[in-house]
């Protein structure tokens, strides 16, 4: 009988953040893969449990996945953790999960922490829809692009950037950004955690000083109302109908949205859906 992969995510920064199922799961599995053993032995001494590890990064990853999956195939049961959060999120694990996937392994997510989602959550920023692009590519015509989507999304867009390169990337984002709001969260769960909700120029210029983990979470472009009319009349009533329920109104508001939209009286909309 194969074994189970679990996905196990742990502590960002608090360790009072991992879950009681987590800590089962990693009492109970035959292996550890670790994107630091180092780093996971500190968390696995805290909570007295011992484990024998493997070491599991990114230079490593091809060759690993490899014996990992083997010994999955061979019955055993492996947790796969990052340093710090969810695995797979801008850390080591897709492949390993990928090849499980491809081999009939069972995959099994042990959730908890997840550093962009806990900056999402308090950022005070538009949580409906977003886009997570990790760490901005180095390669310049990539990297290009990238912005190009950023100041293009009307969605709220979320970015992880290492400290020494966030001034960079400011100056980048101030180009594009203009009256959008920007969230910089730093250093979550942690004794120094912080959310700065000031304007793009005045995070530049106190960016030098501060340290730790950071993460940017950047406004929707804002549609005007006048060419957001215009689209939203050229939709068929169903499809305006689902415009609003995407974003979480619900039918009362949404019928009241519409005829606002159409310039029609509620009753008009209200009787072509109960037709």
Same mark, same amino acid.
């Given at each position: 009988m194969?074994g189970?992969l679990?996905?196990?995510?742990?502590p960002?920064g608090?360790?009072e953040d991992?879950t009681?199922?987590? &800590?089962r799961i990693?009492?109970?599995?035959?292996?550890i893969?670790?994107e630091?053993?180092?780093?996971?032995?500190?968390l696995l001494?805290?909570?007295e449990?011992?484990?024998?590890?493997?070491s599991?990064?990114r230079h490593n990853?091809d060759?690993? @996945?490899e014996?990992l999956?083997?010994? &999955? +195939?061979?019955g055993?049961?492996i947790?796969?953790?990052?340093d710090?959060?969810? %695995?797979?999120i801008?850390? %080591?694990?897709?492949?390993? /999960?990928k090849?499980?996937?491809? =081999?009939?392994?069972?995959?099994?997510?042990? %959730?908890?922490?997840?550093?962009m989602?806990n900056?999402?959550i308090a @950022?005070g920023i538009?949580t409906?829809?977003?886009t997570?692009?990790?760490?901005?590519?180095?390669?310049?015509?990539t #990297?290009k692009e990238?912005l190009?989507e /950023? +100041?293009?999304?009307e969605?709220?867009?979320?970015i992880?950037?290492?400290?020494?390169?966030?001034?960079?990337t400011?100056k =980048?984002?101030?180009e594009i950004?203009k009256? #959008?709001?920007?969230?910089?969260a #730093?250093?979550l769960?942690?004794?120094?955690? +912080?959310? /700065?909700?000031e304007?793009?120029?005045?995070?530049?210029?106190k960016?030098?000083?501060?340290?730790?983990?950071m993460i940017?979470?950047i406004?929707?472009?804002?549609?005007?109302?006048s060419?957001?009319?215009?689209?939203l009349n050229k939709? @068929?009533?169903?499809?305006?109908?689902?415009?609003?329920?995407k974003?979480g109104?619900?039918?009362?508001?949404?019928?009241k949205k519409i005829?606002?939209? #159409?310039n029609?009286s509620?009753n008009e909309?209200y009787?072509?859906? /109960?037709?």
């Amino acid at each position: 009988m194969k074994g189970t992969l679990y996905i196990v995510a742990t502590p960002i920064g608090n360790l009072e953040d991992i879950t009681l199922r987590a &800590l089962r799961i990693l009492k109970e599995v035959d292996l550890i893969a670790a994107e630091d053993t180092r780093q996971t032995l500190k968390l696995l001494n805290h909570f007295e449990i011992s484990k024998p590890l493997i070491s599991y990064h990114r230079h490593n990853e091809d060759v690993k @996945s490899e014996i990992l999956i083997e010994k &999955l +195939e061979n019955g055993e049961n492996i947790a796969l953790v990052s340093d710090a959060g969810t %695995p797979g999120i801008c850390d %080591p694990g897709e492949e390993v /999960i990928k090849k499980a996937i491809e =081999e009939d392994i069972n995959v099994v997510p042990i %959730p908890g922490p997840c550093a962009m989602i806990n900056a999402l959550i308090a @950022s005070g920023i538009d949580t409906k829809e977003f886009t997570f692009l990790g760490f901005l590519p180095l390669n310049k015509k990539t #990297r290009k692009e990238k912005l190009k989507e /950023i +100041e293009e999304s009307e969605k709220t867009i979320i970015i992880y950037e290492a400290p020494h390169k966030m001034k960079n990337t400011l100056k =980048e984002l101030s180009e594009i950004l203009k009256e #959008r709001k920007i969230v910089l969260a #730093r250093e979550l769960t942690k004794i120094h955690e +912080e959310f /700065i909700r000031e304007d793009i120029d005045s995070l530049m210029e106190k960016i030098e000083k501060l340290k730790g983990e950071m993460i940017l979470i950047i406004e929707g472009k804002k549609i005007e109302n006048s060419n957001q009319e215009n689209m939203l009349n050229k939709l @068929s009533l169903e499809e305006h109908y689902k415009y609003y329920e995407k974003q979480g109104f619900d039918k009362k508001e949404i019928i009241k949205k519409i005829a606002k939209d #159409r310039n029609v009286s509620k009753n008009e909309i209200y009787m072509n859906f /109960i037709k």
